[in-house]
């Protein structure tokens, strides 16, 4: 019997967008923070981009059960590679180890990744594995349910040899894009960006993102907007 709270008890969905970025230098990833369960927010500040190696990390989206042990695994792993090898994993190695665990998982995982960073071999390296298991290296790869409001925008947006202030603003802006049409993504937008310098974590809180069409200033509470709101009185 329905008793009305099915989403509350649902999976939890990372629902989300997610954007990985070349740059002249490294790479930029960039997601927003809603975790949803069906039409309920189930946390609206998590954190989907996670770290694999101290220069790889990886992008969640999907089930946020499979992406979580999806990236454990990996983690670990590539521990155990580094130790081996005596130096860092670089960005194909990393991205070929999820690769593997979800083309092996394929009928049992929901969830799309993106894998991204830097090493001394190849420079800053995106990967998009999305359902199923594919790996494909891209200057720019995207996913997740905002993923398809960002196509033609990234067509547009993206070029080559940009400078690191311009794919961090070009990640922050699609990401707030998304957001405006899509339900399921929403929160602050978080990035990383991955250089041979290191790891630069940045966090924009929703009321500094740009507003888009038809959407609502920002307010502190529901009061505020009533208190601004001043309608017409019917009249029968």
Known sequence: MDDGYGHVTAPHSMGTTIIGVTYDGGVVLGADSRTSTGVYVANRASDKITQLTDNVYVCRSGSAADSQIVSDYVRYYLHQHTIQLGQPST???????????????????????????????EGGKI??????????????SIGGSGSSYLYGFFDQAWKEGMTREEAEQLVVKAVSLAIARDGASGGVVRTVTINKDGVTRKCYPGDTLPLWHEELEPQNSLLDILASASPEPMIS
């Open 91 to 121: 960005v194909k190695v990393a991205a070929n180890i999820v690769r593997l665990l979800s083309y092996s998982n394929k009928n049992f995982l929901q969830t799309g990744l993106i894998v991204g960073g830097w090493d001394k071999y």
């Open 127 to 140: 990967y998009g594995i999305p359902l199923g298991g594919t790996i494909i290296e891209q200057p720019f």
